[in-house]
């Protein structure tokens, strides 16, 4: 089985879960608030930014697999929505940071994660539609986070998944796809733990 199988397969019921968020769940519903969107990108950016920061330690390795790491960053999307949504530059920097990110200190957790964080351009075609026509986003302007790579959305997964496929296929050991596969449930579990929990109604 190639890695983004395992992958896909090995976090389902993750995915699932995540879904069932109550604040990713009020983000699909009739229900929602540019408050709540706001809040949401705001911890959004708190768990992009350390770990994105974390990945981009293993740009000489993303070269080798032949990915623009760069090309994928989400932070400076996130940045864009807050600060059209108005939030100032100042109060971008005080927002707090996920104390609990995922460990990266492989290659073999960096694709893991980064896995997880290209997963979501999927679910944001879905979603920046949803955001579109609930709140009147403008989604080039005030969801670019979600609406990411717009019409190469299904492009930019299927390089990745090239990519990614044929880099495990000839440097990952089976303790290396073991140890991929829990980074990827490790970032599904703590974003979800991030969001929290609590009852919205
Ligand atoms: C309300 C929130 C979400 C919805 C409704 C949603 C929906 C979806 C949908 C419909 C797909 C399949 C797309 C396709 O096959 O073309 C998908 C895939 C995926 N999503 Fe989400 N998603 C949500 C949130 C997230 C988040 C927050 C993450 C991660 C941070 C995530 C990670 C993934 C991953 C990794 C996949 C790829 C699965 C595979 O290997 O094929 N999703 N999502």
């Not at 090995?10 to 929602?32: F, I, Y």
């Not at 705001?42 to 981009?56: D, I, K, N, T, W």
């Amino acid at each position: 089985m190639n890695a983004m199988t395992a992958l896909k397969i090995a976090t389902q019921t993750h995915h699932s879960l995540l879904e069932a968020n109550p604040h990713l769940h009020r983000l699909m519903s009739d229900r929602l608030t540019r408050t709540d969107y706001v809040w949401l990108l705001s911890r959004m950016y708190g768990f992009y930014v350390p770990l994105e920061a974390r990945l981009s330690q293993f740009e000489p390795l993303w070269q080798q697999c032949g990915l623009d790491f760069n090309r994928r960053r989400k932070v400076p999307l996130l940045e864009q929505d807050l600060l059209a949504s108005g939030l100032t530059a100042a109060a971008l920097e005080q927002l707090p940071h996920c104390p609990s990110i995922p460990l990266v200190q492989s290659f073999a957790q960096a694709v893991g994660v980064l896995y997880v964080l290209e997963g979501a351009t999927l679910g944001g075609q879905m979603i920046s539609r949803h955001l579109a026509l609930q709140l009147g986003l403008r989604l080039e302007r005030e969801a670019t986070f979600f609406s990411s790579y717009r019409s190469e959305t299904g492009s930019m997964w299927r390089q990745l998944s090239v990519q990614i496929n044929s880099y495990a296929e000839t440097a990952f050991s089976h303790t290396d796809m073991a140890t991929m596969i829990l980074s990827a449930q490790a970032t599904f579990q703590t974003l979800d733990d991030w969001l929290g929990h609590n009852d919205l109604n």
